[in-house]
């Protein structure tokens, strides 16, 4: 064919396309969409095998995704919504005002509720299910720094006193005080999840809705409507934890779960993508990882001239100017958007010659528009099959004016003067007259009026107020028969780790009657190497679409065996993601009246160290249960080296005030914690969690001695006397694997004169915070008897010097040592650990036998209790190279 002069192959295109166009509006004025889908698909696959490959983009037009002509109309009374958004708006504003005019620097934030108030009105008004209409509550995630537009709702539907508002970030003083972000543990008839550390609400709230799935499939739960939303902030998006676990809703297909993101644009410095746009970029990652994506951008004044866009012109401006630029429109005059925004072509410039620059600057965004947001979560709560992301445009600091919208010191505006004061009030009509708009005074209508009795209505109809947080599961009666006795009589000859009766007892646990329902295994893909994989086909790995394969191992007794209603949440390599699966499962007391009993086991090292705020959140939340850290200790694994060993998590799960961590050494006290800590979580109902590790070092577990079960709670009873050989008293501690070096210290001691005690000390986080309850009460009551910590009492009365060993930070055994009441020395595994052996692991660290032995008679020495040359020929006999390198430094 001869080439065609340029002007004919642009004419010819021209043609073309109108041909194809008019084609497929042929089959969509057919009305089977489903048809045109299919048709656009084929077109695709022929492309791809004629060798095309179209560029690929997973976003959309830069526009709304519900068409006008989907909407319906909003309910209710819009009028009214609007007042009495704007007095939530107000007294937020105003609690953060005053509270920083009276203490300079306490802190707040205005400008993110400014943003979102919309967001949350239409939720309030519309759609958030409370807990006291009989039907499941909403589980609500609210934006962290939002939390004064909460606050400020709860005071106007009677819930908190003027007090409590001027009480904001002031939580100490009488009265009681509103913590600065959602605090279960502060505030826990209010608030359920904390979120304001970044990434953890939208990460938490996939597995809660997955966890609600769980409880469903499991028969733990009547399925119902009950929804989980997430509000998060664009800027909040770039913690990877926000993002992480996506993947997972989709797959899952969490339809109940809608996370609702607002997209201001900006974050606390500044714009979140100066040069991008953070809507399409979130569009995209969302998409593509099998998400219902709901844009809403544009308020209703766009709808007419989208309407009038027939070239597409104005859908392309759109979609071309970046964030940054979109930000300074904020800031800018209708004159300027008029130049900057349509002035980019005549034809735009045209479309609107019929708004005054006013109007122009008038043009709402979708987030701030009820009917657009209504719109939005009626379609994200009907949606099935995939969870909804809703990507909501606003104005950071949205009527702040001068002294804050979408400026980019926004997010730390704290104070606003009179004159800004005074714009806010006239912008949202608050009827506060001048002569008392300086002082920034709270307001709440009458009783009688409409807005409230609106407000009230609504919320009765929806279920009453939220947040709130109760606590309404059923008690136990805990009889856990036959469970727990068998591990006191010890293994006699046989070997074992404390690992391998941890799921032993688990197993057992899962049978029980009452509670084996409850419990609830977690394990980030590590159930093989704790030994756990019998409970694969004993309970089954929970799938919510069961088996679609036979297992490889279908022919062996302990398959790989996946079902809905499988018991075991096999997570994957995900230790944040199984620690939210814990927090859900953890709180289900609180939130679903279900007690389920989390027991997540994980490589030690990569709990408190890796994710310790997760943590952080789970002692916040109230969560009961077990944390589990496998494999533990510094010498006790062999051979995985310095990333795996661990010798921190005790001293770190110190800092969690509710986390009761314990490094039991035998079977008879892991069961005794276990039970114990059942007993009080779920019988008495305390706020605390438990951290226990466990081992993979197989030795022959002893029955338990009489009358010690105090002291494993306590953290240290006396495992077992000295003989009669020796003369020279000594006191000796061990803990976890490290134990069993001291109990054999103890008959290497007998060949030197030395007659020790041994004692176990199964938590030193427990005896440091009961000898500094003690000390604090002696200390306050200077004229009454004194109280004796447990670890005094424990050894102040005894002979000799104290020698304590751990597998852990000498940090651990020194805590306590200024409460021994006598000269004590700690050895422990400070330093990097080593691909090596246990027996040269424990050289190393100087915490085997031999060294627990060598610093026993070296510490008698110096108490000239032992004279040089016993120690001395100790040395030699024990080979102890004095000159060895010191382990911290290398
Ligand atoms: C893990 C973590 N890092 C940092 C912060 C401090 N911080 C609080 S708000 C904020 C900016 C939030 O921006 P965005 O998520 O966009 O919320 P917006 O206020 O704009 O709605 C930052 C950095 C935090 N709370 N948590
Ligand atoms: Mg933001």
Redesign the pocket.
Known sequence: MKNLAPIDAAALEAVETREWLESLDYVVAQGDKARVARLLDALQARARLSGLRPQYSASTPYINTIAPHEQVAMPGDGALERRIKSLVRWNALAMVVRANRESDGIGG?I??YA??ATLYEVGFNHFFRGKDGGADADVIFY????SPGIYSRAFLEGRFTEEHLRNFRHELRDGGGLSSYPHPWLMPDFWEYPT?????GPLTSIYQARFIKYLHNRGLKTPSEQKVWAF??????D?PESLGAISLAARERLDNLIFVI?C?L????GP?RGNGQIVQELESVFRGAGWNVIKCLWGSEWDDLLARDSEGLLVKRMGEVVDGEYQRYITEDGAYLRKHFWGTDPRLLEMVRHLSDDELKKLRLGGHDPVKVYNAYRMATTHQGQPTVILARTI?GYGMGEAGEGKNIT?QQKKMNEADLRHFRDRFGIPIPDDRIADAPFFRPDEASPEMKYMRDRRAVLGGSVPKRTVAAPKLTLEMKDVFEEFAAGTGERKASTTMVFVKLLAKLLRDKEIGKLCVPIVPDEARTFGMESLFRAVGIYSSIGQLYEPVDMDTLLYYKEAKDGQILEEGITEAGSLSSFIAAGTAYATHSVNTIPFFIYYSMFGFQRVG?FIWAAADSRCRGFLLGGTAGRTTLAGEGLQHQDGNSHTLALSVPNCKAYDPAYAFELAAIIKDGIKRMYGDGESVFYYLTVMNEQYEMPPMPKGVEDGIIKGLYKFRDATSKGKIPAQLIGSGAILNEVVKAQAMLENYGVAADVWSATSYNELYRDAHRADRWNLLHPTEKPRVPHVTSCLSGTAGPVIAASDYLRSQPDMVSRWVGKPMVTLGTDGFGRSEDRQSLRNFFEVDARHVAAATLSVLHREKQVDAKVVKQAFKDLQIDPEKADPTLV
């Open positions: 934030h400008s993110t943003s979102a934006q962290g720094h939002a304001v550390s970044m990434g953890i998060l902030g664009d800027g909040e998006t913690e607002n201001n900006q974050r606390l410095d979140v950071k997010h705020d």
